[in-house]
T-cell receptor, first 118, second 113 residues
Framework: DADVTQTPRNRITKTGKRIMLECSQT?????MYWYRQDPGLGLRLIYY???????NKGEISDGYSVSRQAQAKFSLSLESAIPNQTALYFC?????????????????FGEGSRLTVL | AQSVTQPDIHITVSEGASLELRCNYS??????LFWYVQSPGQGLQLLLK??????LVQGIKGFEAEFKRSQSSFNLRKPSVHWSDAAEYFC???????????FGAGTTVTVRA
């Protein structure tokens, strides 16, 4: 089983619908992230969370919200989806490290959730 | 804030030939630098990283990268590519005590027989 699991893997929806993308991890990491990938733009950070009570906006948070239900679960919601939110979405985790700093510095990614908004 | 530029959108290379992917970063101090690879339909996998020390770092799958502070670059190289190296490659930069990464736009590598 994957360490970082995203559901659904693929979703087609219509403009105005509410969509939730879910992420769960078994790595025991504190930090979780949601990124969006668009061709030619790379990955852009939407939201990130360093623990259950710590939620932070990334560079493109407008139109999105998140919920950190537990250390292992981090959900991304689109309250009213629009076509320019069509993208590939990635959840990622990282480890706090022994002294609160970067441990390995590595992000561990899920396999992505492809969202199409018509 | 830190940022990354990958000048090459797409590179085509023959199997067995060498490969170099360019990455330039913008950050006021010594950054943390990473290269990730994304195979079709997959998530991203870390190839290598630089935090400090030796500026030539070795990674998985035969890749290496060299940090050049004077050029603000962290180029990725492989001496002899295999067909399985066809993928999209992302350079990323992080700052100490920031704990999140900024990614470049990516370079797609096509390997021809």
């Amino acid at each position: 089983d994957a360490d970082v699991t995203q559901t659904p893997r693929n979703r087609i929806t219509k403009t105005g619908k509410r969509i939730m993308l879910e992420c769960s991890q078994t790595k025991g990491h504190d930090r979780m992230y949601w990124y969006r990938q668009d061709p030619g733009l790379g990955l852009r950070l939407i939201y990130y969370s360093f623990d259950v009570k710590d939620i932070n906006k990334g560079e493109i948070s407008d139109g999105y919200s998140v919920s950190r239900q537990a250390q292992a679960k981090f959900s991304l919601s689109l309250e009213s989806a629009i076509p320019n939110q069509t993208a590939l979405y990635f959840c990622a985790t990282s480890d706090t490290g022994l002294a609160g700093g970067w441990n390995t510095g590595e992000l561990f990614f899920g396999e992505g959730s492809r969202l199409t908004v018509l | 804030a830190q940022s990354v530029t990958q000048p090459d959108i797409h590179i085509t290379v023959s199997e067995g030939a060498s490969l170099e992917l360019r990455c330039n970063y913008s950050y006021g101090a010594t950054p943390y630098l990473f290269w990730y690879v994304q195979s079709p339909g997959q998530g991203l996998q870390l190839l290598l990283k630089y935090f400090s020390g030796d500026t030539l770092v070795q990674g998985i799958k035969g890749f290496e990268a060299e940090f050049k502070r004077s050029q603000s670059s962290f180029n990725l190289r492989k001496p002899s590519v295999h067909w399985s190296d066809a993928a999209e490659y992302f350079c990323a930069v992080g700052a100490p005590n920031d704990y999140k990464l900024s990614f470049g736009a990516g370079t797609t590598v096509t390997v021809r027989a």
